[in-house]
């Protein structure tokens, strides 16, 4: 029997945005499906997959002064400096030490000691998500043995869950689906329009829409080109839902594509290391170097979701082949309910 698990309303505090080097994104999609998979596992749950749902996000940010660089002609000395925002980028210790001296190695220039040891950069914000965890078998009265301060000891990508509103278990979806954004994978339309001649960037950013709708930034000659051009052209109508969502005729809403990490792949092998983080129950766990594995997925309107096309995002393990050497990696994948 399958039965659903909704943990409606997960108020988090300081998630982890930095996917990568060079990517912050608002959508902590691998992290919400460990967290899932962690509370299954602590309540002794068999998981069949996981979907995360998106109600509010917000940046921390800082308002830093910076020097005004086109001040008013008799402007004084405090409209000299203007405040602008930035990303909240703190810092939090590595995972373990590396290098060849005493205590580990890269250290700062002034002072060699473990406090000031190379740190992990981070950015990081708060919002409110909700989960929805596909369970095999029955179990009666699950959502009463569910205490806020067991969540209040999990973590949501790296943040700290303050408060869950309800928790219920549904033997049907999507009725029972709180209203938000839930992530779907993008992967597809992206090739189809890749496969048809669209730019590489066009295919990644942009969602192509025809017909009536018509966007502001286009002349009347530019959109009569992309109407003449167009393959399988769409009618879109100017409707718009309840929530201010604008739809097409046949009611599919405008999407975002964002990117997200969906994976990682194995920098080296996993093996027990110095100062990693220990299992729920104290015992060690293998652990290595990754590199994220960074997709697209689109916010889709859970009130668009049919019973067929309920998403729900599945944990593999898979070995790349074809490279030299090869190398494992863990993949989320999406199928539907």
């Known amino acids: 029997m399958i039965r659903y698990l909704i943990l409606n309303g997960i108020h988090v505090r300081g998630f982890q945005m930095l996917h990568s080097p ?14 899932a998979h962690a509370l299954a596992s602590r309540l002794g749950l068999e998981s069949r997959g996981v979907m995360p749902l ?14 005004n660089r086109k001040p008013a002609k ?33 250290y700062a220039k002034d002072y060699e000691g473990p406090q000031s040891m ?8 708060s919002g409110c998500f909700s989960i929805v965890i ?36 549904k033997d049907e979806l999507p009725r029972y689906l709180p209203s ?10 992206v090739q ?18 025809r017909g009536k709708m018509r966007s502001e930034e286009m002349d009347d000659d530019a959109i009569d080109a992309a109407e003449l051009n167009a393959e399988e052209p769409e009618i879109i109508s100017d409707i718009t839902d309840e929530s201010g969502i604008q739809s097409d005729s046949q009611g599919e809403p405008y999407e975002q594509r964002i990117p997200t990490t969906l994976g990682y792949a194995l920098l080296g092998d996993a093996k027990p290391r110095t100062g990693a983080r220990p299992g729920p129950g104290g015992e060690p766990i293998d652990s290595a170097p990754a590199e994220s594995m960074i997709g697209l997925v689109r916010l889709v309107n859970t009130r668009r979701i049919s019973a067929k096309d309920t998403p729900f995002w599945t944990l ?10 090869p190398f494992d990696y863990c993949l989320l994948t999406q199928s539907a309910a």
């Open 192 to 209: 189809r329009d890749l496969a048809r001649g669209r730019g590489i960037v066009e295919s990644i950013l942009i969602r192509e829409r």
């Open 54 to 67: 998106v109600h509010r996000v917000e940046p921390h940010m800082d308002a830093l002064p910076v020097q």
């Open 118 to 125: 190379s740190f992990q950069p981070s950015i990081t914000g």
């Open 134 to 169: 596909r369970i095999a078998g029955d179990r009666d009265g699950l959502e009463k043995t569910i205490r806020q301060e067991k969540l209040r000891k999990l973590r949501f990508a790296g943040g700290y869950i303050d408060e869950v509103e309800r928790i219920t278990v």
């Open 316 to 325: 593999n393990w898979r070995t790349e082949t074809e490279s030299s050497p």
């Open 74 to 106: 008799n402007a004084k000395p405090e409209q000299q400096t203007i405040f602008q925002l930035y990303s909240n980028s703190k810092r939090g210790a590595c995972g373990y030490m590396v290098g060849q001296k005493k205590d580990g190695g890269d």
């Open 22 to 35: 060079v990517l912050v994104s608002p959508l902590p999609l691998f992290g919400a499906c460990m967290f």
């Open 180 to 189: 938000g954004y839930c992530l779907m994978d993008a992967s597809d339309e």
